[in-house]
């Protein structure tokens, strides 16, 4: 089985307007002789319409990075599936680390939003990983089954199979301390496991994973030799244009 790679720009909290449009600009002659690779990007929500003009004529996937599980209604400050949808969304991140540890959201906020994403034809991008502590606890695998177990709860085997997880341990994420190529790999293959475990290998062999924390030109070629990686999530980066485009030419 062939996945097509991955490789996805989490830009957070960062960029105008005008910088996202020379993003773009800057960014579809670079890879226009690409070819077996999706390249997606997930903008702040204030973005989306900058970068989904920047990408006409190109293949480049638009996602946003968050988003609530309700239809609509008195949530100030939240965004609804249909309002990602409504700005030609195809992907959303769901349960970044970022989200979980500095905003508190749970597994079973995780989870409503997952299956909210399917029901809306968004594909969830679904982090999971664990903290320093946990790892160094060896509790590494036991996070992320538990992650796993608690946010998938529910999905089905149609939905599975063309979703996204992103393996990113929190200790890894814009701290230019990148996991070794041999500890991605296990927990890759430990997610992968896992959904053959609970969907067959039909479903395993299909869906995609990521792995993501300080992934750069230099370091990306590494993951992406690893049997089971089958793309990365990028922060920093992401952020330059020339830089992202190496990225998907790894
Ligand atoms: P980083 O972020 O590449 O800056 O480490 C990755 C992420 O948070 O998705």
Known sequence: MTRRPLIAANWKMHKTNQEAKDFMKELLPLISDLKDVDVLVCPPFTLISSVDQGREGSKVLLGAQNMYFEEKGAFTGEVAPAMLKDLNCEFVILGHSERRWIFGENDELINKK????????????????????????????QVILKQLENDLKGVTEDHLKNMVIAYEPVWAIGTGKNASEKDAKEACDLIREFIHSRFGSETSDKVRILYGGSVKPENVSMYMAQEGIDGALVGGASLKADSFAKLTKF
């Open 114 to 141: 997952v299956i909210s994403a399917f029901e809306h034809d968004l594909i969830p991008v679904l982090c999971v990983g664990e903290k320093l502590e946990e790892r160094e606890n060896g509790q590494t695998e």
